[in-house]
């Protein structure tokens, strides 16, 4: 809960007084009557003070059973919550079955509410009501609820307990009106639509009817000429620095177009907390209660393929999804769209230009044991396959690694092993035994640069610029190939001149071929306070996909129709990078091949 209970004033919770408390044996008697007129009178530390001097001598007494309601009470009204907290527990364990019970629900609800446990708190008042509390007491119980749901509860917090089926019906009638009202002021126009049709049929002459039925009146004039569109993104929790970033690129994506658009668009953020089972329930949220057909991310990877598994059959719905990098998530489903490139396309791209374009035919591996480096050495053996080409020799080292010297030994003598076999095929197999064969291996081995086509290493730059001055130290003469993790001003520094001429797919843009940027990070600035990155450019690009989908559909949010304006993008020129949508899977298929060339990032293809 973000609000705190205020103790006075608009948010002080009803204690309503308390009963005639009945006598037990002579001795408790004298205290009990005592203890009455003290309350009557409105001294209730007075009376707080003579019960507990009892209790405390007469611990075991069977009194206590009526003496403890009375002291409680007491101890509510000054304020002395947990005390009176730890009295309930020991008592409904002592005697479940009192008569005080109700009564006693409802002073722990109040000591809950002021704990700061205010979903506990409503459901001790829920239980109160349902033990039979008298009817004052009730009314007083319903209109405390009132006042934690109006004052206290957000509207996602209200939607989980309205998701409760155990509460006293009062007290869900309640809970469902607010998650209304709230759903209604936050902008959650299909949310607040959907639950005041449900209450309508579920509460059809509750006090709450007129007000219901004007939210609806309202709702009907205000969602004309609106579309929602859903947001999934982790606002809290460890991932949350990376979701907010994404989120403030789709709220300028919105705000920029409702300043000059008829066609207005509402945004419905859901917080998937960066978990995969929260990720569904949110999902299922906006689609389900939001009634949103339109969804931008998840934001990381693994969420985003619980929501595109959850939806992939259904054909109300489309997902955009501007971060996610694992392969195939797109491909789960007709309406499920990746805009972020993936490592296996960095991967099948690099290989394929180094093939065709550089006419490379021999390649060397020396990649990370990351899900990273794993992936994009994958794809570029694979296509390297495809292309006729061949993978000569493949090392694996620990990310922050500086020492690779095992690696390079391990390549020098696995393209050493090549360069016999090509001698074998020109010589004839008795050439190595020669004085004159063994002489050249061994000088081979131990002194020569020994040549390879292609070297890729799919690291991040930290690593590139400990291995590249390191393929120079080795006598490796090569073709340094790369992807996304070398476009980084530190591979330039760092790197020196030995990544010089070095190769790479890339998913990002260089300043000089990104003529929208500053417009972009200007009004970025201007609204946040801060400069984007490409995470916020990314969530920014994805949105504005989807809503020039949208307008070219009309503005019908239609997923199916949308779903083929996206397929025929080609060549976007986002603020993040270049997107073109293959039209069978979904993903984003624009890798871009630069070279460091004179301390630069130069686009050649």
């Not at 203890?35 to 707080?48: I, N, V």
């Not at 609820?145 to 004052?151: K, T």
């Not at 979701?243 to 953020?269: E, M, P, T, Y």
Request: with cysteine; charged share 25%.
């Amino acid at each position: 809960m973000k609000a705190r209970m205020v103790r006075t004033g608009v948010m002080a919770l009803a204690v309503v007084a308390a009963g005639v408390w009945a006598q037990s044996q002579k001795s408790a008697g004298d205290v009990l009557s005592k203890a009455k007129q003290l309350h009557g009178r409105g001294e209730f530390d007075s009376t707080a003070t003579l019960l507990r001097r009892w209790v405390k001598d007469n611990g075991k007494d069977p009194a206590n059973e009526h003496v403890v309601p009375l002291l409680m009470d007491a101890l509510v009204r000054t304020g002395q919550y947990d005390y009176a907290d730890r009295l309930f527990t020991i008592y409904r364990r002592k005697y479940p079955e009192a008569a005080y019970m109700p009564r006693l629900w409802y002073l722990e609800g109040i000591c809950l509410a002021y704990s700061e446990e205010q979903g506990a708190a409503v459901e001790a008042f829920s239980t109160a009501l349902k033990e039979g509390l008298t009817e004052e007491p009730a009314r007083r119980a319903v209109e405390n609820v009132e006042l934690l749901c109006r004052h206290v509860f957000t509207v996602d917090e209200l939607s989980r307990l309205a998701a409760r089926t155990a509460f006293h019906p009062a007290v869900q009638e309640v809970i469902a009106f607010f998650e209304i009202s709230k759903a209604y002021s936050s902008g959650q126009l299909g949310k607040a639509a959907n639950g005041a049709d449900s209450f309508l049929k579920r509460y059809g002459r509750s006090r709450y009817e007129q007000r219901v039925r004007e939210f609806l009146g309202k709702l009907k004039k205000t969602r004309r000429g609106r579309v929602q569109i859903g947001l999934l993104a982790p606002l809290s929790g460890y991932d949350a620095p990376l979701g907010k970033k994404v989120v403030r690129g789709v709220q300028l994506a919105v705000a920029i177009h409702n300043r000059s658009h008829s066609l207005q668009l509402d945004l419905v953020i859901s917080d998937t907390k960066g978990d995969m089972v929260e990720t569904v329930r949110k999902t299922r949220e906006l689609v389900e209660e939001h009634k949103v057909s339109l969804l931008v991310g998840p934001v990381l990877s693994s969420n985003a393929v619980a929501a595109a598994a959850m939806i992939a059959e259904r054909p109300d719905v489309l997902m955009l999804s501007p971060t996610a990098t694992d392969e195939g998530i797109a491909g789960l489903g007709g309406r499920i769209f990746q805009m972020n490139v993936t490592l296996g396309a960095l991967g099948t791209r690099i290989a394929r230009f180094a093939v065709e374009n550089l006419n490379i035919r021999e390649f060397a591996i020396l990649s990370p044991l990351s899900s990273y480096g794993m992936t994009l050495s994958k794809e570029f053996r694979e296509e390297v396959r495809k292309q006729g080409g061949k993978i000569v020799a493949e090392e694996f080292f620990d990310e922050g690694a500086n020492d690779f010297r095992q690696q390079f030994e391990n390549l020098r003598k696995r393209l050493a092993e090549e360069k016999q076999q090509e001698l074998v095929t020109r010589h004839g197999l008795g050439y190595l035994n020669t004085a004159r064969g063994r002489t050249f291996m061994n000088r081979y081995l131990a002194d020569s640069t020994i040549e390879v086509g292609g070297l890729f290493v799919p690291a991040e730059a930290e690593d590139v610029v400990m291995i590249a001055p390191q393929v120079y130290f080795h006598k490796i003469r090569t073709q340094m190939l790369g992807s996304t993790g070398w476009h980084n001003n530190k591979t330039i520094l760092d790197g020196k001149r030995y990544v010089n001429n070095a190769v790479i797919s890339t998913n990002l843009k260089t300043a000089g071929d990104n003529e929208r940027r500053p417009a972009f990070a200007a009004e970025f600035e201007k609204k946040f306070k801060e400069q984007p990155d490409r995470v916020a450019a990314l969530g920014y690009d994805a949105t504005e996909l989807l809503l020039k989908a949208l307008l070219e559909n009309g503005g019908n949010p239609d997923p199916k129709t949308v779903a083929e304006q996206l397929r025929s993008v080609k060549n976007y020129n986002g603020v993040a990078g270049r997107v073109t949508f293959d039209p069978t899977s979904g993903a984003n298929t624009e890798a871009t091949i630069m070279k460091i060339s004179d301390k630069t990032f130069v686009r050649i293809h």
